[in-house]
């Protein structure tokens, strides 16, 4: 469990694993419109819309993960993110489907 | 003499070319068999996260959705049957559809009336050949299942659930699909898939404990989003599962039609020789009768 502020994220796909390390924020677009995630948060169970997340990983450069539609949940944080399809776009190479 | 060495040749020709065919479609197998595995792993974080969430909803709030009511009265089943598309997989397809049967029979038993669904062109012809109905097929790909035809079986399933019994619904579904065990082990096995049976995980550690979400937008709407997807989720499992499992049953099938095919150059060899080593005895002694005859006069 991170407790020394950071969060632990965690991008699933249906298929595959998409990406996973510790991150200083998150943020998702809703259904109700977006939404930040930073450490600390409280638990939460959201439906993701279709659309680009952004995680700001504590090592490295922003990633851009464009999904279509989806989950995602954070307790103590850990953030998972469920997601039908994703792409990681910017800085990290495109996962092949 | 020469005729019956001629066709033994012949044979051991066939059954050595046939063994190499067997022998290629083995290693295929064998070498399916590991992306198949793998691919069943690779899923799994999708299942394992969506299973935490649905049961983290359900032990909450009192889940009242369609999805997992239990209809009082149950008139109709669906059954989905997952098969192979191809053949040369041993007993695979059949004991599937054996499972599949034996299920249908406890169903009518319990005075249902039986919908099927079937996935693999062996389903198919099985019930094509019986002349039985069935609602839907998909073919194609049995042995590399993509996650689009897995919501799309999904998506078929739900809304046959969610019809009326009247306008062709079917108030419970079940899955016939082959678990993979391990390479050696195979089981045909039966899984119900509607009404939801929502396992709620057991707390082991109090580390373990579900913390208490907040929903966005609300409980009911997340409910909506996620069962679905945990059905598609089971679904697409039952597919790489199944794959795996017709995979490991071909490679073992063409294991053993290569070992017998082994066995039968063997035995048609032993066969030739004899038929030779019996020419050449009958040769020697016609030439040895004639040098006598020779001698004689």
Do not use: C
Request: aromatic residues 6%; without cysteine; proline residues 4%.
């Amino acid at each position: 469990m991170a407790t020394h502020g950071e969060l632990e994220v965690e991008i699933v796909a249906a298929d595959h694993f998409v990406w996973s390390g510790p991150a200083r924020s998150v943020n998702a677009r809703t259904t109700n419109g977006q939404i930040g995630i930073l450490p600390g948060h409280t638990p939460i169970l959201a439906i993701l819309e279709a659309g680009e997340l952004s995680v700001e990983p504590v090592n490295g450069d922003r990633l851009e993960v464009g999904v279509d539609g989806g989950f995602f949940s954070v307790d103590s944080n850990r953030v998972v993110i469920v997601a039908d399809n994703a792409r990681v776009g910017g800085s990290v190479s495109p996962e092949a489907d | 003499m020469g005729a019956q060495i001629r066709v033994y040749r012949q044979k051991i020709a066939s059954t050595t070319s046939t063994r190499k065919i067997f022998k290629a479609m083995e290693l295929i197998a064998t070498s399916r068999i590991g992306k198949a595995r793998t691919r069943v792993a690779a899923a799994l974080p999708y299942a394992n996260a969506i299973t935490r969430a649905v049961s983290a909803v359900s032990s909450q709030s009192e889940i009242d959705h369609p999805l997992t009511t239990e209809h009082g009265e149950v008139r109709r089943a669906a059954v989905l049957v997952l098969t192979s598309d191809r053949g040369l997989a041993g007993s695979y397809s059949a004991s599937a559809l054996k499972q599949a049967e034996g299920l249908f029979e406890k169903l009518r038993g319990e005075g249902k009336e039986i919908q099927a669904y079937l996935v693999g062109r062996k389903a198919q012809a099985y019930f094509d050949f019986r002349g039985r109905d069935y609602e839907k097929v998909w073919t194609g790909g049995t042995d590399a299942p993509e996650f689009a035809t897995a919501r799309e079986i999904g998506e078929t399933l739900l809304e046959t659930f969610l019809r009326d019994y009247e306008d062709g619904g079917a108030e419970e579904i079940h899955v016939v699909y082959t678990k993979f065990r391990s390479m050696v082990v195979q089981e045909p096995s039966v899984m119900r898939l509607l009404p939801l049976e929502v396992v709620e995980e057991e707390v082991t550690q109090t580390g373990d404990l579900l913390p208490l979400y907040e929903y966005e937008p609300d409980p009911e709407q997340v409910l909506d989003a996620l069962l679905p997807r945990y059905i598609e989720s089971r679904i697409f499992a039952a597919l790489l599962q199944a794959a795996a499992s017709e995979l490991a049953a071909r490679q073992r099938a063409m294991k053993s039609a290569g070992d017998n095919a082994t066995e039968l150059i063997k035995k048609y060899t032993r066969l030739r020789n004899t038929a030779r080593q019996a020419e050449i005895t009958q040769e020697l002694s016609e030439i040895v009768a004639g040098a006598d005859a020779l001698n004689a006069s």
